[in-house]
């Protein structure tokens, strides 16, 4: 699918109309909505704002709590003078399952609830006219879905999600939806890898088109600058003092791709793009054959109200917040974020580490199956003996990991892959599974980017089967919190140390990050001596870990759970959503964030 992975965008011949705003909004929990005719019209709908979750905007529990089929309709002018070309709607997520139709007709059906696809609407739409644009969603759980849970019933047959994961099942048309216009002969795809060679740098391109005119490349400074300037289809760019694109220290080059036919230009597409290189060696994460040391979180699309639904407004302070506090890198925890967020990761030069949307691998209490208490833990089978797990949902990562890798190839900021957050490794069942996954990423990645896996407490070195496939470890830890906690925690830095050491045995030549370590907190509650959940204790938690970070050089980054308190699914082991964040729901700062912004801000971001 290449042309989705284009983030849309005008230029001198694409045209784009957005489709936010307010769509009309119906449930359909008995399915019936497209034998009675939905696709042309809801019976009974309420305004729903595009893009959002729904459900923190009901006040009723039904509503917030709902899982199922449910609808979106708008009503779409299509001008006229479009028709010479293709016409496409563009959402950039439908979460979890979505099927688009135009005045009736089926144009679209895509599953993964947090990439982009495109609906194809030529034949079904009147030209310089109105068109009833219908979405049917779904957004229950299961196996075979990304992230995995379960939907059961209730005894008067409402429909429950229970996630096997740590986060609310936000859901709907949470980020834009555009009209798009492009000429037939279009430009689908580019592909960029870098090579420096002492000052100056070789850019090896691909673009792919549909069609069989030429091709021409041209690069662009910040200063508008052209600097390079290549033909044909594939090639390399050659840029003479390149400035290069650094862990905070940003720079990008605009690449502007045309479709030339003499003078003509047929089409014309520009990204901005970074250039540097990523490897992983002797135990080291290279940026540019330089040395980093990553200092950042694991975060969430999340926020009052608009749940996962795109925030630009957020999405800003949480860079500003980042920026405050030291950090240089993040973690897409636990799906591929809104692309606006990688552009701007891209200029403010932040080591993206991009995750698939593939949590809750794990059949255990932990998998927040228990948390929510919602079904039981009695299966005798580990996650990827599962048959099914092994057929079907391998198919779905593969396909779900070509549309990210995709989508995000081009990002100077997307440094590295991870796979899988905290899948069951602790069965040989899982080795076939993971040597697919990370075989496949390595053959469609052309900047051949490291890959990884957050690894989960459960299975420790010496357990966990399917380290060998990754580039890097990152280790999820929660020693201060769900064991050695309170007065306990010294207990937790010996056991710690311990397992890190056989790590370092078992891999020697691999890098290790932390890519989860935290306490819940929260925020106000104030204790001397220190008790769990007081801001004390969070401290207490962040200079226990800084301790052993600093005891190994073969550790290269740092990223605590989480950047913000965010929302899960109520429970017992969560007083409205997870406290673990450095920063409250609102993204004002906890006691602890002002003791990593200290540590931070004097830790370089590279090291030599
Ligand atoms: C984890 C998960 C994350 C949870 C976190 C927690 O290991 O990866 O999704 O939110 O623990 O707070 O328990």
């Known amino acids: 699918m290449p042309f989705e992975s284009l983030y849309p965008r005008v230029t001198a011949t694409r045209r784009m109309q957005s489709m936010n705003g307010s769509w009309d909004f119906q449930f359909d929990p008995e399915?019936?909505?497209?034998a009675e005719g939905w696709t042309k019209g809801l019976p009974n709908p309420t305004d729903m704002p595009v893009p959002a979750s729904f459900a923190d905007v009901f006040t009723d529990k039904y509503s917030r709590e709902y899982t199922g089929d449910f609808w979106y309709v708008t009503t779409l002018f299509v001008p006229g003078e479009w028709k010479d070309g293709s016409v496409d709607i563009r959402f950039d997520s439908a979460t979890h399952a979505?099927?688009?139709?135009?005045?009736?007709?089926?144009?679209?059906?895509?599953e993964g609830g947090f990439l982009p696809f495109v609906a194809h609407i030529n034949d079904a739409v009147k030209w310089n006219d109105y068109n009833i644009v219908a979405v049917k969603l779904n957004n229950e759980l299961s196996w075979q879905t990304l992230p995995v849970g379960e939907t059961y019933r209730l005894p008067d047959g409402t429909l429950v999600s229970a996630p096997y994961f740590d986060f609310y099942n936000y859901s709907g048309l949470q980020r834009n939806v555009n009209l798009l216009y492009t000429p037939n002969e279009r430009i689908e795809d580019l592909d960029v890898v870098h090579h420096i060679d002492g000052s100056d740098a070789h850019v090896d391109y691909t673009v792919a088109t549909s069609g069989d005119h030429d091709v021409e490349v041209v690069v662009l400074d910040e200063d508008g600058v052209e600097v390079a300037l290549a033909n044909g289809k594939q090639g390399t760019l050659d840029i003479k003092d390149v400035h290069l694109w650094n862990l905070r220290a940003a720079y990008l080059y605009k690449f502007v791709v045309r479709i030339k036919d003499g003078d003509t230009v047929i089409d014309e597409y520009f990204d901005e793009i970074g250039i540097r290189t990523v490897e992983v060696k002797d135990c080291k994460i290279l940026v540019n054959g330089r040395e980093v040391y990553l200092k950042g979180?694991?975060?969430?699309?999340?926020?009052?109200?608009?749940g996962r639904g795109f925030d630009a407004v957020m999405n800003k302070r949480d860079y500003e917040d980042m920026k405050w506090i030291g950090a240089n890198s993040f973690r897409t925890s636990h799906y591929p974020y809104a692309e606006e967020q990688l552009y701007e990761a891209d200029r403010d030069g932040f080591f993206v580490i991009d995750e698939a949307p593939t949590v809750g691998m794990f059949k255990s209490t932990m998998n927040f199956l228990g948390a929510s208490g919602a079904?039981?833990?009695?299966?005798?089978?580990?996650?990827?003996e599962e048959e099914s797990v092994q057929t079907e949902t391998l198919a779905i990562h593969r396909r779900t990991l070509e549309e990210m890798v995709a989508r995000d190839k081009r990002h100077a900021s997307v440094c590295a892959w991870s796979l899988l957050n905290e899948p069951d490794t602790t069965n040989e069942a899982a080795v076939p599974y993971f040597e697919s996954i990370f075989d496949l990423v390595a053959e469609i990645d052309t900047q051949k980017r490291p890959k990884t896996y957050a690894s989960i407490m459960m299975s420790p070195a010496g357990v966990d089967k399917t380290h060998h496939v990754a580039d890097f470890l990152m280790l999820n830890r929660y020693h201060g919190w769900y064991v050695n906690g309170g007065y306990a925690i010294s207990k937790g830095t010996i056991e710690m140390k311990a397992?890190?050491?056989?790590?370092?045995?078992?891999?020697?030549t691999k890098p290790i990050m932390f890519s989860e370590y935290g306490a819940d907190t929260m925020a106000g509650i104030h204790k001397l001596p220190s008790v769990m959940w007081s801001e004390e204790y969070q401290v207490e938690v962040m200079k226990m870990w800084a301790e052993i970070f600093d005891s190994y050089d073969w550790i290269v980054g740092e990223q605590p759970w989480n950047l913000n308190d965010f929302q899960t699914t109520e429970g017992i082991m969560r007083v409205d959503g997870n406290k673990k964040g450095l920063f409250t729901r609102d993204r004002q700062p906890k006691m602890a964030a002002f003791f990593l912004k200290d540590r931070w801000t004097a830790i370089p971001d590279y090291k030599a």
């Open 31 to 34: 399915s019936k909505g497209v």
């Open 98 to 110: 979505a099927t688009v139709y135009v005045n009736g007709t089926e144009v679209a059906h895509h």
């Open 375 to 384: 079904v039981g833990n009695d299966k005798p089978k580990t996650f990827f």
């Open 499 to 508: 397992e890190l050491e056989k790590w370092h045995e078992l891999e020697p």
């Open 297 to 306: 979180f694991g975060r969430h699309e999340d926020s009052n109200v608009h």
